[in-house]
């Protein structure tokens, strides 16, 4: 493909790909219905195949893990033990759908690094959270138990 032709391409399609990941990116971090999530997780992984858009691809998929990271940290934030403290029944909801997203997006992809990152010491790592909510298991509060569920079927 000559440079011009790159250039015509790569204007016409790449905004039209990159809405495209922003729409899959928004049906994940906002649906709270497993069937829809796993739907749009399989177009992404079908987007992740075009190799000639790994630039945009690797971009939009830290863009989503990012995201993913953050919701979660934001339901912690403020509290220094997750194990003891007490979360408003939204807060329970939330934490249900995301872990349900981390559940089905880790069944897809290796999510080790992501789920490892602590972003050099500044924050704490999603698996560190995770592990914070597995051990209130163990307090069996029963609101929380759409959560465990989540947590169990977590690689």
Known sequence: MTSSRFVWYHLIFGQGYEGLWDDVSKQILTQSSPAVVSSALSAMMDLLQATA????????????????????????????????????????????????????????????????????????????IILAFAERGRLGHKEE???RQHFNKTP
């Open 145 to 147: 138990e759409a959560v």
């Open 53 to 128: 858009l790994s630039s945009t691809n690797t971009a939009k998929l830290l863009e989503l893990e990012d995201e993913l990271a953050s919701s979660l940290r934001d339901i912690v934030s403020g509290r220094d033990e997750i194990e003891t403290s007490s979360f408003h029944e939204d807060e329970v909801a939330l934490l249900g759908a995301i872990t349900m997203r981390v559940q089905l997006l880790s069944a897809r992809r290796n999510m080790a690094t992501w789920i490892e990152d602590d972003d050099n010491g500044k924050q704490s790592s999603s698996w560190d």
